[in-house]
T-cell receptor, first 110, second 114 residues
């Protein structure tokens, strides 16, 4: 079955440093979504990427979708303590089913 | 407006018992999803409803798990003969319609099987 792998599992950074998480799918995706889950909370939608090679920005966050639509990345510039949480990518197939990666837990030292 | 709600927020049960978990999606959302999340893992897809029908139930782990959405709104996830391995947070999410992709998650039900 379809699998979505995400690395790294953890990232501990100093406030102000950059952060990147990478996502790879075993199959070509219709689209990819990114979610953020704060400690003790539930996943919250960040963005969706649909087109091959697409790049989207949200303030300090930059999302990329690979040319083959099998990989994606999330880059945060100049992290802040409010960025703490677990970031999940989730690949959607043609049946509208989301397959989540295992997430990257971001910790930020103030 | 209200978001997705789930009840109960916590459920502790004994091995072998039957449990029901309820999800109230955002009003008007036609799609509803159930996921299971274990500690340190991403949400694991269980089942997806479009309206009243289960469009994809390929994630249900075995026949002890069943879900219904009889009127196309509220959904109930039913687990028979619970096992300790069923302990997890059960998340529900809803999506407005086929033209949108964003899923709105509820707070989850933490199920503990003793």
């Amino acid at each position: 079955g379809q699998q979505v792998m995400q690395i790294p599992q953890y990232q501990h950074v100093q406030e102000g440093e950059d952060f990147t998480t990478y996502c790879n799918s075993s199959t070509t995706l219709s689209n990819i979504q990114w979610y953020k889950q704060r400690p003790g909370g539930h996943p919250v939608f960040l963005i969706q990427l649909v087109k091959s090679g697409e790049v989207k920005k949200q303030k300090r966050l930059t999302f990329q979708f690979g040319e083959a639509k099998k990989n994606s990345s999330l880059h945060i510039t100049a992290t802040q303590t409010t960025d703490v949480g677990t970031y999940f990518c989730a690949g959607m197939d043609s049946s509208y089913k989301l397959i989540f990666g295992s997430g990257t837990r971001l910790l930020v030292r103030p | 407006g209200a978001g997705v709600s789930q009840t109960p927020s916590n459920k502790v049960t004994e091995k072998g018992k039957y449990v029901e978990l309820r999800c109230d999606p955002i009003s008007g959302h036609t799609a509803l999803y159930w996921y299971r999340q274990s500690l340190g893992q991403g949400p694991e897809f269980l089942i997806y409803f479009q309206g009243t029908g289960a469009a994809d139930d390929s994630g249900l782990p075995n026949d002890r798990f069943f879900a219904v959405r009889p009127e196309g709104s509220v959904s109930t996830l039913k687990i028979q003969r619970t096992e300790r391995g069923d302990s997890a947070v059960y998340l529900c999410a809803s999506r407005r319609d086929r033209g949108t992709s964003e899923q709105f998650f509820g707070p989850g039900t933490r199920l503990t099987v003793l």
